[in-house]
């Protein structure tokens, strides 16, 4: 497809459990970028890529989050024991490099953590 | 902190009428402004944006205003379509930023 394409599009885990979500940004799109959002609330900045390193990665909320883009276009965002605060809808992001902040969004993965 | 504030949640308008949705904003590093419109079950799509450098721009049914002095902006939306229905977040960037920061979102809700 031409979007950003995010999967699993739900993942329901049990707290402790370890997580992957995968986004595949558009082809050529050399920014990538990983949000978060919860309910009721707007996207929230958790780290920014640009090729296959992490230019700012100051959203990221504690070292049990990590992400990484190994050849500068699929990028997986990891969290490691989970938390039921981590519930949230997890927006991933691509865009040229124009600085402006024109994002092409995918569809979100929603996770939840009983 | 908030920087980037929608103070409504929800906003109803007829269909035909005009749709204005307010955004504050405190950091005035800010530079850059753009509205994204959001789905159900569908990640946000850009909207319209301004530059700081302006006071408006506009495209077709779409306007944004920026009152640089009151840190405030307004998307107007003329003709409002029941298309229009959505949930719409305000976002600001700063120069040499790779990172928008939203405001909570307003729903809008068009009524035939």
């Known amino acids: 497809g031409a979007g950003v394409s995010q999967t699993p599009s739900n993942k329901v885990t049990e707290k402790g459990k370890y997580v992957e979500l995968r986004c595949d940004p558009i082809s050529g799109h050399t920014a990538l970028y990983w949000y978060r959002q919860s309910l009721g609330q707007g996207p929230e900045f958790l780290i920014y890529f640009q090729g296959t390193g992490a230019a700012d990665d100051s959203g990221l909320p504690n070292d049990r989050f990590f992400a990484v883009r190994p050849e500068g276009s699929v990028s997986t965002l990891k969290i490691q024991r989970t938390e039921r605060g981590d519930s949230a809808v997890y927006l991933c992001a691509s865009s040229l490099f124009t600085g402006t902040g024109e994002l092409f969004f995918g569809e979100g993965s929603r996770l939840t953590v009983l | 902190d908030q920087q980037v504030k929608q103070n409504s949640p929800s906003l109803s308008v007829q269909e035909g009428r005009i749709s204005i949705l307010n955004c504050d904003y405190t950091?005035?590093?800010?530079?850059?402004f753009l509205w994204y419109k959001k789905y159900p079950a569908e990640g946000p799509t850009f909207l319209i944006s301004?530059?700081?450098?302006?006071d408006k721009n506009e495209d077709g049914r779409f306007t944004v205003f920026l009152n640089k002095s009151a840190k405030h902006l307004s998307l107007h939306i003329v003709p409002s379509q029941p298309g229009d229905s959505a949930v719409y977040f305000c976002?600001?960037?700063?120069?040499?930023?790779?990172?928008?920061?939203f405001g909570q979102g307003t729903r809008l809700t068009i009524n035939p």
């Open positions: 950091n005035s590093m800010f530079d850059y």
């Open positions: 976002a600001a960037n700063w120069e040499g930023a790779q990172k928008l920061v």
């Open positions: 301004i530059s700081s450098i302006k």
